[in-house]
């Protein structure tokens, strides 16, 4: 009588293992709804050199940033590798995909991120009573206190 109640307890485990397993891939077969990017216009391609000439782009249109290299960029990569990533994070919308080689950037233009003064909270303010040196003048009263 004993194993009778072993062998409920072990059936009832498995009748409860396989439908959850059933339940699972259904609702994982279910097809997920993707959300579908907006087309670009695939006919043109903006050509910018400069910050100017970037500004002058629609955005939402293809857009293609040549970075001038000078010798200094050649002898360190890392200055190279800093301007690419500065131009996709300024200029390339992030949603769709970015293509980039050492000479430039091909990327989905958006001025979202041109020219927008930072937020209050995001401003860094500078204490005029903070000397070129690095110190800081303290009232006498402040003296003493950190003193203590």
């Known amino acids: 009588m004993k194993y009778v109640g072993y062998i409920a307890t072990f059936a009832a485990s498995v009748v ?56 200094t960029d050649l002898q360190n990569p890392l200055i190279l590798e800093s301007r690419l990533l500065n131009t996709m994070a300024l200029y390339c919308d992030t949603n769709f995909d970015i293509q980039h080689t050492l000479t430039g950037v091909l990327c989905v233009l958006t001025h979202e991120r041109i020219g927008t003064p930072p937020e ?29």
């Open 16 to 71: 409860t293992a396989v439908s959850l397993a059933v339940f699972s891939m259904s609702v994982m077969a279910e097809p997920q709804e993707v959300p579908s990017l907006p087309t670009v216009d695939q006919s043109s391609v903006c050509v910018a050199a400069s910050d100017e000439q970037a500004l002058e782009c629609p955005a939402g249109s293809l857009f293609m940033a040549r970075l001038a290299i000078n010798e």
């Open 120 to 148: 209050n909270g995001d401003t860094i303010e500078v204490d005029d009573s903070i000397e070129a040196s690095g110190s800081v003048e303290l009232d006498s009263d402040e003296a003493t206190e950190s003193a203590e």
